[in-house]
């Protein structure tokens, strides 16, 4: 157990790190060659569920009914998820991708994804409020199924067909019944074992697919990339504001109504979004471009991320 709990360590301390330079050996390889993203993307479905389901584990019902008591900040934070960020996204790819179409409807698949996993480490690291992380990220979870087919074919219907009903049915399969899952099976063997010291391992199971997830984002999409050189300004140029904005608006709005805690948790978990899922949806819905401002993304939220907690350390030390 003792190197499981090393990497879980690892994972945990170096995600950013990781993330970047998996970011980095993605572009190299894809310059070359596709194949690795591609046996990757013959496994997304599982590799999707294990992440999911990894999330779950480390959710309690009991917890859950502790930090909803707080209906203020949580519904704050799904404000934030589910309204605000699609808006944004919407709005973006208006002003730099109407005519990517492909680009466009990932752009916004960023902005109707649910919270990220991460931001509860984050607001772990900076002391801040992880019940009402905990219950922003999985309720923007639970909630993810129902809400992001109706959000795309709200938002992203004007730029590409959208298949709802299809969509609806993935995001159960793939969403909703592993959350549930990892949850349920959580509680089943609270029971019997001390769960307690497999908890730290499973944010590290769902960074890996995650990260698997994005390099299969970025090495199959270098070739397109490449063969449309003009995208990548419009592309940069949107994507690289979705998580400054969503992070300064949280921030400065959170902070006039609630205390540095709460602030730090819904900064967090209504700034970052879950790319992975972001991908898999991209992955199994659309055929096109889809993935590559994901993809993208994920650079920029992890250097917003990194930016942000160094504000925050320094307002604690001042």
């Known amino acids: 157990m003792t190197p ?20 980095v050996i993605a572009v190299v390889v894809g310059l070359f060659t596709a194949s690795p993203g591609v ?13 999911i389901a990894a999330m779950g584990f480390t959710i309690t019902f009991k917890s859950l009914g502790l930090a909803a008591r707080d209906w203020k900040g949580f519904s704050f934070g799904i404000v934030l998820n589910f309204l605000f960020a699609p808006f944004l996204c919407w709005l973006l790819a208006k002003l730099f991708l ?12 960023i902005g109707v994804v649910p919270c990220a996993g991460m931001a509860l480490v ?55 019944l592993p959350v549930l899952g990892g949850v349920v099976l959580r509680e089943v063997l609270e029971r019997r ?46 994507t690289i ?33 879950n790319l992975p899922i972001a991908i898999g949806i991209a992955a199994m819905s659309f055929k096109g471009l889809q993935m590559l401002p994901i993809a993208v993304g994920f650079a920029f939220q992890m250097l917003t991320a990194v930016s942000f907690y160094q504000l925050f350390r320094r307002t604690a030390a001042a």
């Open 122 to 176: 984050w607001a772990g690291l900076l002391k801040g409020d992880v019940p009402l992380a905990t219950l922003i990220n999985a309720a923007t979870m639970i909630l993810a199924p129902f809400l992001i087919p109706f959000l795309m074919s709200l938002f992203a219907g004007t730029f590409v067909s959208v298949n709802t009903w299809g969509m609806f049915q993935q995001l159960i399969y793939t969403v909703l």
């Open 193 to 238: 074992v001390n769960v307690q010291k497999y908890l730290p391992v499973m944010p590290a199971i769902s960074a890996t697919m995650a990260v698997l997830l994005m390099f299969m984002a970025i090495n199959t999409n270098i070739s397109p990339i490449m063969k449309n050189v003009g995208l990548i300004g419009p592309l940069v140029a949107s």
């Open 4 to 23: 499981i709990l090393s990497y879980a360590k690892f994972v945990r301390e170096k995600y950013t790190y990781i993330i970047l330079t998996t970011w």
């Open 241 to 273: 504001l979705i998580f400054p904005i969503l992070f300064i608006v949280a921030y400065l709005v959170s902070i006039k109504f609630f205390p540095k805690g709460k602030n730090i948790a819904i900064t967090y978990s209504s700034g970052m979004k």
């Open 39 to 51: 046996h990757i993307r013959q496994i997304n479905t599982p590799l999707i569920v294990i992440m």
């Open 98 to 109: 109407s005519s990517h179409t492909d680009l466009a409807a990932g752009l916004i698949l």
